[in-house]
């Protein structure tokens, strides 16, 4: 039975209790959260600890599950990693790329799991597009387009500078086009933050053009909080054979010569129950991650490129990094 603790209360949090309380090969032992009520609201219905001291609640476990805001993933990282503990985080690992290869660095030399969740990778209709690749054969061209009116509440952390940038909070367009293309080669971005106050802001529009290290090239548009129609939703891959093109994130089209066919998508839920078994599976028998470090520090960099080149008005190369 592995022992685990919980960092934060809030919806994740939740979910990822939920999640382990249909498990019998492992238990929560506490939740730790600054906010110690909401820690008793989500410890006390599973005889838990609720506790605000998360140093302490570590040292009492056999596994961590980090569901914090983001800029305290990278300390609570490296406290547990120091205690000898393996650690499974919500994504960002770390909010720059310094911490990032430290932590990875930090758990290699300790031969301890560390596992960042990137549950984008999992949705059923990446996977459909992903196993249809190789009817349109090459990709020669990749974009995405997101444009939300959703405007911001009180509470919403992607809309406040603090929880790192946006090309850290929304890196799930950007984990699955390395995933499509692997490691970026260079990158020139552009964002605009609209009512920017201290650090929250009410609204964004965020562009960039990324050259990977194969040649292909991808497009990206994404906003949130914008006065417009919205838009959904929609990856499109360019092969030498044909198109694929995602949209909504629930359907997916092939198109061939003079024809589209939608494809079968597989309907299932509980993202985070795959990515809870993938975890444990790491700590019991040494399955692998589905999504290597490697890949873990490839957004990373690439991330702290595209900041970069929002700041500096230029073309970033990676390999400068």
């Known amino acids: 039975m592995i022992r685990i603790a919980i960092l934060g209360s809030g919806r994740v949090a939740n979910a990822r209790i939920r999640e382990l309380n249909l ?23 599973i005889g838990a600890i609720a506790t605000t001291d998360w140093q302490s609640l570590i040292s009492e476990a056999d596994a961590i599950m980090i569901c914090s805001l983001n800029q305290f993933h990278a300390q609570m990282c490296e406290v547990a990693l120091q205690l000898g503990k393996h650690v499974s985080v919500d994504y960002p690992l770390a909010i720059s790329l310094a911490d990032t290869k430290k932590l990875i660095g930090l758990a290699e030399s300790k031969k301890l799991i560390l596992h960042v969740e990137h549950i984008e990778l999992l949705s059923p209709w ?55 293309a692997g490691p970026a080669s260079w990158i020139i971005a552009n964002e605009k933050l609209l009512n920017l106050e201290e650090s929250k802001f ?6 960039a053009q990324i050259g990977f290290e194969n040649g292909i090239i991808a497009q990206l548009i994404d906003g949130q909080g914008l006065e417009t129609l919205s838009v959904s939703s929609q990856l499109s891959v360019i092969g030498t054979t044909g198109q694929l093109v995602a949209e909504k994130h629930e359907q997916v089209t092939l198109y061939l ?4 066919d939608p494809l079968p998508i ?45 700041h500096n008005a230029q073309q970033v190369e990676l390999k400068n990094l």
């Not at 009410?202 to 562009?207: D, F, L, S």
């Not at 010569?257 to 589209?260: D, E, G, K």
């Open 23 to 45: 498990r019998k090969d492992a238990v929560v032992i506490g939740v730790a959260s600054s906010n110690l009520e909401r820690a008793k609201k989500l410890a006390d219905p």
């Open 126 to 180: 990446f996977n459909t597009l992903m196993a249809a690749l190789p009817q349109i054969d090459l990709i020669l061209n990749i974009s995405w387009t997101n444009l939300s009116n959703r405007q911001a509440t009180d509470m919403d952390w992607t809309f406040d500078k603090t929880s790192g940038s946006s090309f850290f909070i929304h890196a799930a367009v950007l984990s699955r086009l390395i995933r499509l």
């Open 202 to 207: 009410a609204g964004r529009i965020t562009t």
């Open 257 to 260: 010569q003079n024809r589209s």
């Open 266 to 310: 597989a309907t299932f839920t509980g993202l985070f129950g795959k990515d809870i078994d993938n975890f444990l599976k790491q700590v019991q028998d040494g399955r692998r991650s589905y999504v290597s470090l490697e890949h873990v520090y490839s957004l990373a960099k690439l991330a702290t490129a595209a900041e970069l080149s929002c």
